[in-house]
């Protein structure tokens, strides 16, 4: 293969293995045992203030700060790890950008490395993805009587159809109307709270359909922890953060149909298998890599 | 059939060439004659309509401006039949094309475009078999077939020319049938050349306005028969008459008010009478710059090519649905909380699409004070700069064009600019003071500016906002006396406003009669007004009221 052929193939098939490794993370749930918080038929004591609807419109790469060495993410696994606990398997934490220690967010430590390989070509894919419709992600906060205060809120995670249309920024605009996925797994969380104007809910299992070029494949995210920012000027997009743990298998799996991708299993595999780091097994091997992603998000609708 | 300018057949008689027609003068001279020569059976005339004022008649002879032109090639020889997209432009005047094309003339450009035209419709209209059994109501039994020639002439060319032609007429343009039947060998690329010089024609291009005796008419004059036809089909449906409406004027019955109210209301019935309103709304509201619409992308990021057709297309649906589904008060349109979108508005005006294609009816959000006219992207784009909003503008369209109010020009050598946005005047409120306290300033922007701040929830493309570089905006003000708080108060101010039925009825006057009103004309329009008013602000009865009205029936002299 020659040599810009293989960089471009490398460069999906790494940008599809770092996006389905950052839609995961911890938890100790398994598809034998949901997790008691994740329900496809919630039943909630909350109010019921109208839906209000999102769409992610930008998804990228949360990055370690040179200086500081501080991350965006989250404490997936409620402990604090300094590198030498087994738990962890020996993988350190980061510290938050406003101060937050056990930061898991394995997948930011990896960023520099591939994009030294790649360039920064990898955001530009799943932003690619996202613009031409394969990677609509549509959010649906529901209960909320107060998008200011609100201590009972659910969130309806999905995938949606459609074409968005771009301002002439480059980015998706605001207030436009998608089709429902009939396809697509419907992930449901219940007992969130708004506070200032963002939502933060979860941990519950979260699935996400992946579409660039020619694999598609869903990635089911464990124990996702998600945060929004539902206030601010109409129209303007939304900042939010997203994190969970995935399984690298789960990954691989996804990956390999893709045409030509079978010989950069063995890269991807040794990349996402020793950044492992969230749900360790009675053989001291961690199942997930914890990751996170910044996303914004607009408001939309879904078709009546 | 092949092409017809290449093989140079019989020129047709200078009559119907465009030597003489280059003159529009000439050309009206013409158009005029032919008229009168046509309509020599007088009538007795009829009495004005009932409880409307007689008035002072107009004459002339408005040239077909480009939406009729293509109509009528529509209507005589089908959908089918393209027309060349280059024509003579229109020229608007006192805000209507048909206004600019009484008054205009025509380039020599011009007169090449329309005997270019006129080949490419020709060489269209006969090249199939179906196309020639409509059109040629013989079979020829050679290439110069000269009965076939005539019968063909005769009955197309009363479509074409709206009346029926005088034999010298018939006898020259069927010698142009047969003369190119016979260097073509074959009578229907013959007839071609008779369907082009029709075409060229200017009793096809023109539709004169001379009239004919009536000695209850301030004037002494009243519309012909024929000219009645085509008064009637190119005020409602913006096109030719059909056969019934020639027939009825072959009848003598388009002088008798009743029976054009008649055939008025036949017409309305017709989808042709949607379309022929749109232009009207079109050209009321300049909706043909949306076309051409400007912005500055890096400041409206939503802004894109499709926006001012779409917006164009939102106005219409709504003027169309409410004249001819719900027939209800015409101003209505300014206050409604429902409207039609595609999905590029709907995300524009933060309601769900209810189709992934076309346009679909939508109820606005309650909390986004948008209603009406006033608040749809159409108006609030097309009446803004390419880098922001103006409440100028916006607030002279009310004034002028909506409420028919009078705003002088600014004078020349006046500086317009207002001041850069900054912490003391953030929002163009602030800005714009200067020019409503400066005496020599307000005088005419207090008729204009508290209008259009009224609106400034709303960006240069009508995107809504609260604020306005950080400062919340103030909507408030007051119209004539009459306060509201924002742009909703605005919307029912506007649709209260005394000013607006009377100005929407001149507007349509002046649009179906293609003349400038005279001052003669008020108490005539006044009339028709208090009628519209009377029936509940319902368009289709604005429109056959005008239809029936003295201005729309007598003729006079020619201004």
């Given amino acids: 293969m020659a040599f810009l052929p293989m960089l471009k193939k490398l460069r999906y098939v790494a940008a599809l293995g770092m996006l389905a490794a950052s839609l995961a993370p911890i938890g100790g749930c398994t598809d ?66 406003s101060g937050e220690k056990g930061v898991d967010n394995q997948l930011a430590s990896l960023i520099p490395d591939v994009e030294a390989i790649l360039g920064d070509a990898v955001d530009g ?30 969130l309806t995670v999905t995938t949606v159809l459609g074409k968005p249309t771009l301002g002439t920024n480059g980015v998706i605009e605001a207030y436009q109307t998608f089709d429902p996925d009939p396809e697509g797994e419907v992930s449901h969380a219940t007992g969130g709270k708004i506070v200032n104007g963002e939502l933060t809910i979860g941990p519950f299992e979260l699935a996400i359909p992946i579409a660039i070029f020619d694999v598609a494949f869903t990635i089911h995210v464990h124990d996702a922890l998600f945060k929004l920012k539902l206030t601010g ?45 969230l749900e360790i097994d009675e053989e001291g091997t961690c199942q997930q890599v914890s990751a996170a992603l910044q996303i914004t998000a607009v408001e939309a609708f879904l078709r009546p | 059939m ?32 032919a008229a009168v020569g046509a309509c020599a059976d007088i009538e007795e005339a009829p009495p004005p309509p009932p409880n409307l004022p007689t008035v002072a008649p107009q004459s002339g002879a408005p040239r077909l401006s480009i939406a009729q032109y293509r109509n009528a090639v529509r209507d005589l020889f089908g959908a089918s039949v393209v ?68 019968a063909f002439v005769e009955t ?39 369907i082009a010089a029709l075409l060229q024609a200017p009793s096809f291009l023109y539709r004169p306005i001379v009239g004919e005796a009536d000695s209850t008419s301030p004037s002494g004059k009243r519309l012909s028969n024929y000219e009645m036809a085509s008064r009637l089909s190119f005020f409602l449906w913006n096109s030719t008459p059909d056969d019934a409406l020639l027939d009825a004027a072959e009848r003598g ?105 076309g346009f679909a009816e939508v109820t606005l959000p309650a909390d986004v004070p948008r209603r009406g006219l006033l608040g749809q992207i159409s108006f609030l784009s097309l009446y803004a700069h390419p880098t922001s909003s103006s409440a100028t503008l916006r607030g002279k369209v009310v004034r002028s064009v909506l409420l028919c109010g009078e705003i002088p020009p600014p004078p020349v050598d ?19 003071k200067i020019h409503l306290e400066d005496p020599f300033c307000a005088s005419c922007h207090l008729k204009m500016d508290p209008i259009g701040l009224g609106l400034e929830n709303f960006d240069g493309i009508g995107r809504y906002r609260a604020t306005d570089n950080g400062a919340t905006i103030d909507a408030s003000g007051e119209l004539d006396g009459a306060e509201f708080g924002g742009p909703v108060e605005l919307a029912y101010t506007v649709r209260n406003h005394p000013d607006l039925g009377p100005c929407f009825t001149r507007r349509v006057y002046q649009y179906a009669t293609s003349f400038v009103e005279k001052a003669a004309d008020d108490d005539a329009i006044a009339a028709l007004a208090a009628r519209f008013e009377a029936n509940g602000f319902k368009v289709k009865d604005l429109l056959l009221d005008i239809a029936t009205s003295p201005g729309f029936l007598l003729a006079g002299e020619a201004p």
């Fill in chain 2, 414 to 432: 006046v500086n317009t600019a207002i001041p850069e946005p900054s912490p003391n005047a953030a929002t163009l409120r602030d800005r714009v």
């Fill in chain 2, 156 to 194: 197309l060319g009363r479509r074409v020319w709206r009346r029926p032609l005088a034999g010298d007429e018939v006898t020259q343009l069927a010698a142009v049938v047969t003369g190119a039947g016979k260097t073509l060998g074959d009578f229907y690329q013959g007839a071609a050349f008779g």
């Fill in chain 2, 253 to 357: 019955e388009l002088t008798q008010p009743q029976a054009v109210r008649r055939e008025a209301e036949r017409l309305l019935e017709d989808p042709r009478a949607r379309l022929a309103f749109r232009n009207f709304v079109t050209e009321y509201l300049r909706l043909d710059l949306l076309d051409a619409l400007s912005k500055d992308p890096t400041i409206f990021t939503y802004y894109s090519p499709d926006l001012g057709p779409a917006a164009r297309e939102e106005t219409l649906l709504n003027f169309e649905t409410l004249a001819f589904d719900r027939q209800t008060d015409f101003r209505d349109v300014f206050i409604s909380q429902r409207t039609f979108v595609n999905s590029k508005l709907a995300s524009m005006y933060q309601v769900a699409a209810p189709a992934a294609d």
């Fill in chain 2, 83 to 150: 027309v060349p997209a280059a024509l003579e432009p229109d020229t608007s005047l006192s805000g209507f094309v048909s206004i600019g094309s009484a008054q205009s003339a025509i380039s020599p450009r011009g007169v090449e475009q329309y005997e270019e035209a006129a080949y490419a419709i020709a060489e269209q209209a006969l090249s199939t078999q179906a196309q020639k059994a409509a059109l040629v109501p013989c079979t020829p039994k050679n290439p110069t077939d000269e009965e076939c020639a005539r």
């Fill in chain 1, 125 to 154: 894919l799943i932003q690619g993805a996202i613009n031409n419709g394969g990677l609509l992600i549509f959010l649906t906060v529901e209960r909320a009587d107060n998008l200011q205060n609100d201590d009972c809120v659910d």
């Fill in chain 1, 233 to 277: 000027e109409d129209g303007v997009a939304k900042e939010g953060l997203l994190g969970g743990g995935v399984v690298p298998q789960e990954i691989l799996d996804g990956v390999a149909p893709g045409a030509g991708v079978d010989q950069y299993i063995p890269v991807l595999t040794l990349v996402l298998n020793g950044s492992t780091d």
């Fill in chain 1, 32 to 97: 034998e045992e949901p997790p008691p918080e994740t329900s496809t038929a919630p039943v909630s004591q909350c109010g019921g203030g109208a839906p209000k609807s999102f769409l992610i419109s930008t998804l990228g790469f949360t990055r370690i700060d040179e200086t500081t060495g501080k991350v965006k993410g989250f404490n997936l696994d409620g402990v604090v790890s300094d590198g030498t606990d087994e738990a962890s398997c020996f993988k350190k934490d980061f510290v938050s950008f």
């Fill in chain 2, 2 to 33: 092949t092409k017809p300018r290449t093989l140079r057949a019989p020129p047709p008689p200078k009559r119907f060439g465009w030597p003489l027609a280059s003159s529009s003068c000439l050309a009206l001279l013409l158009a005029v004659s």
